[in-house]
């Protein structure tokens, strides 16, 4: 399975963003990670398709918002009310099956290329 994701770019404090990402195959989970300059990798939200539930760092709960589309094996990331503590590099990341440790990057080892998303203030 590959991973194609897009997106990203620049925006406003308080604006708009939006990434998708686009699976070549069936995953279990798929979702977003972010590894700003100097930090750790760090989950950002995901879908686990079988339950069609999602799940949001607490950092960007109420801002951000996940969507898909099944039939196109491809999840979206809305990204409202930007910060700059959001500028990051976003990387999509997928595995075949839950894990209940999802929020955890190890986990992953299916990931998309990196799109950069800047928040200025």
């Known amino acids: 399975v590959q991973l194609q994701a897009s997106g990203g770019g620049y925006a406003q404090a308080g604006g708009s963003l939006r990434l998708s990402c686009a699976a070549s195959?069936?995953?279990?989970?798929m979702g977003w990670f972010r590894q700003a300059p100097g930090k750790e990798r760090e989950f950002v939200a995901l879908?686990?398709?079988?339950?069609?539930?999602?799940y949001y760092a607490d950092s960007v709960k109420g801002r951000f918002t996940m969507s898909r589309d099944s039939a196109k094996l491809t999840v979206y990331l809305e990204m409202n009310s930007l910060k700059p503590e959001d500028s990051a590099v976003y990387y999509c990341?997928?595995?075949?099956?839950?894990?209940?440790?999802?929020?955890?990057?190890?986990?992953?080892?299916?990931w998309g290329q990196g799109t950069q998303v800047t928040v200025s203030s």
């Open positions: 879908i686990r398709w079988s339950m069609l539930r999602m």
């Open positions: 195959g069936r995953t279990g989970v």
């Open positions: 990341a997928a595995r075949l099956s839950w894990s209940v440790q999802y929020y955890d990057s190890e986990q992953y080892s299916l």
